[in-house]
């Protein structure tokens, strides 16, 4: 069979079922063997940012493997600020990308380049398969090293002539669930520092939602009394948001976080890397006198920026049920005690401005098992905060900062959940930067509500230059930062997707966009709505 032929058999036998994609004449074999191959779906998008941040979604709500074609040069440029961000949330993605023939690599033909040198620093590996006997080879690394701890985003270049070749469909080895044991004297060792501290505070990251671990913190939690607040930027459900012992996101910058992590003697990090912050401030986030232990997947996480009293390496699931057992059962501080100690407590509701309007209203409609997805910023405090999250794989946000991810990534969480109702809240400019992705929706049905806050402009960047306390702020004039006279409902219903207009103010229950969302669950299709939000500039906290 050709080199395309072999390729779609071996994803097909790792339980590909959807190829997401813009193509190209590189990717000409392997269209032309789709005709055939009916268990992968082809999912056509029009710019290759959007088919990034589907498979995105789609990875991260599936647990499965989600794979990209993406064409030439060309292609990947467009794709890599959304690798970007796959890197930051370790999001196992395989990049399959079309290369020119290797006969004419010498001449530097038309959409040719060194493509793995520059892909490289944002993937776990990349490779050119310049040979068709190695293409099995290839793709199975590729799989392993997608889904191997920790996770994370791979490129394969697959030149015109290898696709076209003679090749085998060689056996695609069964993905193996990583369950590295966590060594027991590190446990116990953690298990100390943590039983003699006076005030304990748990900090957990996203890669508690990786683990599956999510139910194994709140044990911990429920076992112990002891608090437990999220890292700044979270981008996963990892702990209930109305628990009696969750206490929030910690602040975006350093000197939040340490006056955050004050009050504790110690401090026990799980999947993640503390800490990551929005600015640098010049200040050191843990206090002197605050011991750090920290639980995370891989060995190369622990230590990586501040020092740790205590570190255990391992599966999270396996290493929190350690951690209970070692501690015992009367062993830790009764809640209550706990709850009287100092600790760190998520900031109260701030007034209810539009944000928080617009995040109580979404609120009032979700259910337990709803698929929140976020990209909206400026309004993230509001809707952590307001947004009740119960159930595990039920939020997913942008980790990186390269924004267009939300209203794609919301299409592939959909096709992962068929069956659940999926809303998105994502700013103006985010949108606009993937507003191809309306077309892909309305082409597949893909069933979706997207909540664009339409505040005309990128508020945060404006929260920014306020910040800088310069010519900005005094003069209410911020350049580079006005997103103004687009009309939304018309882009959306052109691209054939249901629009409608809602405008939510401040300090008064949003009634109507209740009503709209109710409207919007209602349609067949997917269904954008425009919320026209005024806000405050406010300097960044």
């Known amino acids: 069979m050709t080199g395309a032929r072999a390729l779609l058999e071996m994803l097909g036998a790792a339980g590909v079922d959807r190829l997401f994609g813009n193509p190209g004449t590189t990717e000409l074999p392997l269209l032309d063997e789709l005709v055939a191959f009916e268990q992968i779906a082809y999912h056509l998008v029009l710019q290759e940012s959007v088919a990034v941040g589907m498979a995105d979604g789609y990875a991260q709500a599936s647990g499965r493997p989600a794979v990209l074609s993406l064409h030439a040069t060309g292609g990947v440029a467009n794709a890599l600020g959304l690798v970007y961000n796959a890197s930051r949330a370790g999001t196992p993605l395989v990049l399959l990308c079309g290369q020119q023939d290797t006969r004419l690599a010498l001449q530097e033909p038309f959409l040719h380049s060194e493509m793995v040198r520059w892909v490289r620093p944002l993937v776990k590996w990349a490779h050119e398969v310049v040979h068709p006997a190695d293409l099995g080879r290839a793709l199975r690394r590729a799989l392993s090293d997608a889904f191997a701890p920790p996770t994370g985003p791979v490129f394969l270049a697959l030149p015109l002539d290898v696709l076209r070749a003679e090749a085998a469909a060689e056996d695609i080895a069964p993905r193996v669930a990583p369950q590295v044991a966590p060594d027991l004297a590190d446990v116990e060792r953690a298990a100390g520092l943590l039983r003699s501290a006076r005030a304990p505070l748990v900090v957990a990251g996203d890669r508690v939602a990786h683990a599956g671990a999510e139910t194994d913190l709140r044990a911990l939690a429920d076992a112990t009394g002891w608090p437990v607040a999220l890292e700044p930027y979270p981008t996963r459900f990892i702990f209930p948001t109305r628990h009696p012992q969750a206490r929030g996101a910690l602040p975006r910058f350093a000197a939040g976080v340490r006056a955050a992590l004050a009050p504790h003697d110690a401090v026990l990090v799980c999947g993640m890397t503390p800490f990551e912050h929005f600015l640098y401030d010049g200040v050191l986030p843990i206090p002197p006198d605050t011991r750090v232990v920290h639980f995370d997947l891989a060995a190369s996480f622990i230590g990586r920026n501040h020092p740790v009293a205590a570190g255990v390496a391992g599966d999270l699931r396996a290493s929190l049920a350690a951690l209970r057992e070692s501690l015992g059962p009367g062993r830790c501080v009764d809640a209550r005690d706990r709850g009287a100690a100092g ?38 405090a509001a809707v952590l905060a307001r947004v009740p999250r119960t159930v595990p794989g039920t939020f997913f946000g942008q980790k990186g900062g390269t924004i267009g991810w939300g209203l794609p990534a919301a299409l592939g969480v959909k096709l992962a959940h068929p069956g659940r109702r999926v809303v998105a809240i994502v700013g103006d400019g985010s949108a606009l930067m993937a507003a191809q992705g309306l077309w892909t929706a309305a082409r597949y049905a893909i069933a979706v509500v997207w909540l664009v806050l339409n505040n005309r402009g990128y508020t945060i960047l404006k929260q920014g230059l306020a910040g800088l306390d310069g010519p900005a702020a005094r003069t209410g004039v911020y350049p580079g930062t006005d997103v103004a006279g687009v009309d939304l409902v018309g882009l959306s219903r052109s691209l054939g997707v249901a629009a409608e207009r809602v405008a939510v103010s401040g300090g008064e229950r949003a009634r109507s966009l209740e009503e709209a969302l109710g409207r919007a669950f209602e349609a067949p299709g997917p269904v954008l709505l425009d919320v026209a939000v005024d806000v405050p500039v406010r300097p960044l906290s």
């Open 343 to 380: 600790t760190h407590r998520a900031p109260e509701d701030p007034p209810a401005g539009a944000y928080e309007a617009v995040a109580d209203a979404v609120a009032a409609v979700l259910v337990p098992d709803d698929v929140l997805v976020e990209e909206a910023i400026s309004a993230r």
